[in-house]
């Protein structure tokens, strides 16, 4: 998988959010399917994950710390400060002593020595934000966190910030849905050097088609209050979604044979299937090799199933994506 440069680390170029594996959409995984899904994360190349404190007031920093126990070394985290959980309600809270309280807390939950990036979750606007990137810093210069972000902030709060202290991020949405860095964060993120780590870039599932009817989210599932979600609003994006997908088909025609293109259309799912399968044979080949090595030193066929390449099919963004 391609890199991209997050301050002065190197990451996958597709991160993996985790807030999901706790709650926001849908019902959220068992703890040990969660784990599951974080490790074959890291086998398919993912090195970034993003956390927050807020995440399940706090379950989804404890999930991360027990997945990465034995592989800290091998993934980049990301988690945030300013937004958190109290008494089971979300609170705002851009504060110096709360963030440094909250650093201690997050360190603890993810079981690791430093942070490798600590966004700030929401300015807390009764808060200067030179202020509370000020107390960001001092920790950074602690060394338990090597580079500081903001998540959901303007052009003009971007560069506040960064006279204060470098950003190396800054996390909004973004998508064909969602196109509000567009309105000059992007060229403040250029001058100044800082990565856009876009989230949501499939629109929160309805760019990926994978959402017919939001009556059936769950209960608790956010997007139940996200205004494009209502069904008025909805049933007029659900229009507009055919010829989205036929657009993307035609602009991907001069690149692929018919046959290539028409692959596209269900690539995810066979990937997924693909590689399943490819590690269930790579499996039997390893479990029979021995004996078929002597069946043909006899000069016998057992019919040995051989071992196949992993093939992995990727398009390169020219920003860093995190689904």
Same mark, same amino acid.
């Given at each position: 998988m391609n890199t991209r440069r997050i301050g002065t680390a190197s990451v996958a170029e597709i991160g993996l959010g985790c807030m999901c594996l706790s709650h926001a959409y849908g019902v959220p995984p068992a703890p040990r399917d969660a784990q599951r899904v974080l490790h074959r994360a890291i086998e398919l190349g993912i090195t970034h994950f993003d956390t927050a404190a807020l995440y399940g007031f706090g379950a989804n920093e404890s999930l991360l710390g027990e997945a990465f126990a034995g592989c800290r070394n091998r993934v980049h985290l990301a988690t945030k400060c300013g937004m958190t959980g109290v008494d089971g309600r979300r609170v705002i809270d851009g504060r110096p002593e709360t963030l440094k309280r909250t650093?201690?807390?997050?360190?603890?939950?993810?079981?690791?020595?430093?942070?490798? =990036?600590?966004?700030?979750?929401?300015?807390?606007?009764?808060?200067?934000?030179?202020?509370?990137?000020?107390?960001?810093?001092?920790?950074?210069?602690?060394?338990?966190?090597?580079?500081?972000?903001?998540?959901?902030?303007?052009a003009a709060t971007l560069r506040r910030a960064s006279a204060v202290h470098p950003v190396s991020a800054v996390q909004n949405e973004y998508s064909l849905w969602s196109r509000n860095p567009e309105l000059?964060?992007?060229?403040?993120?250029?001058?100044?050097?800082?990565?856009?780590?876009?989230?949501?870039?499939?629109?929160?599932? &309805?760019?990926?088609?994978?959402?017919?009817?939001?009556?059936? &989210?769950?209960?608790?599932?956010?997007?139940?209050?996200?205004?494009?979600?209502?069904?008025?609003?909805?049933?007029?994006?659900?229009?507009? =979604?055919?010829?989205?997908?036929?657009?993307?088909?035609?602009?991907?025609?001069?690149?692929?044979?018919?046959?290539?293109a028409k692959a596209l259309e269900v690539v995810v799912?066979?990937?997924?299937?693909?590689?399943?399968?490819?590690? =269930?044979?790579?499996?039997?080949?390893?479990?029979?090799?021995?004996?078929?090595?002597?069946?043909?030193?006899?000069?016998?066929?057992?019919?040995?199933?051989?071992?196949t390449a992993h093939y992995r099919f990727s398009l390169t963004p020219n920003i860093a994506h995190q689904r």
């Open positions: 650093c201690r807390e997050s360190l603890t939950r993810l079981r690791t020595d430093v942070i490798d =990036l600590w966004y700030l979750h929401r300015w807390d606007k009764r808060v200067p934000v030179e202020e509370s990137i000020g107390a960001m810093a001092d920790i950074v210069a602690s060394g338990y966190v090597r580079a500081i972000g903001l998540s959901e902030v303007s000059g964060l992007l060229e403040a993120c250029r001058a100044l050097g800082t990565t856009l780590v876009a989230f949501a870039p499939l629109a929160r599932g &309805f760019l990926a088609g994978a959402i017919d009817d939001p009556g059936q &989210f769950a209960p608790r599932d956010i997007r139940r209050g996200m205004p494009r979600f209502q069904p008025s609003h909805f049933a007029i994006n659900q229009r507009l =979604l055919a010829p989205y997908r036929a657009l993307a088909q035609e602009a991907l025609q001069p690149f692929f044979s018919k046959e290539v799912a066979k990937l997924v299937h693909g590689h399943e399968q490819h590690q =269930l044979r790579a499996r039997r080949w390893r479990r029979c090799r021995r004996p078929c090595a002597r069946a043909e030193s006899r000069g016998e066929d057992r019919g040995c199933p051989q071992p």
